[in-house]
């Protein structure tokens, strides 16, 4: 069955790193775009980065531009969220979404910024 498990999450100080993972199967990997969501408590679920199928495209919000890197490895079925700089403000479920034929979710990590 399909599957997207995110790892990597935790809690981290102010200006820290972290690394999410997001690891597939069930699916043609290398043929889905893939992207990171999150969503804060209270607000709306939103786009933090997507990568396409080749990983030869990026694109990123605002509000991560230059701190948070996405990658894909086709060969190992997994997208990362490097993300640096970190602020209290990213404190959120993160959440990796898979589109082509069909959308997947995964179940989310949670990534907390806090001294």
């Known amino acids: 069955q399909v599957q997207l498990v995110e790892s990597g999450g935790g809690l981290v100080q102010p200006g820290g790193s972290l690394r999410l993972s997001c690891a597939a199967s069930?699916?043609?990997?290398?043929?889905?775009?893939m992207s990171w969501y999150r969503q804060a408590p209270g607000k709306e679920r939103e786009l933090v980065a997507g990568i396409t199928s080749t990983g030869g495209s990026t694109n990123y919000a605002d509000s991560v531009k230059g701190r948070f890197t996405i990658s894909r490895d086709n060969a190992k079925n997994t997208v990362y969220l490097q993300m640096n700089s970190l602020k209290p403000e990213d404190t959120a479920v993160y959440y990796c979404?898979?589109?082509?034929?069909?959308?997947?979710w995964g179940q989310g990590t949670q990534v907390t910024v806090s001294s």
């Open positions: 069930g699916f043609t990997f290398s043929s889905y775009a």
């Open positions: 979404k898979a589109v082509f034929r069909y959308r997947y």
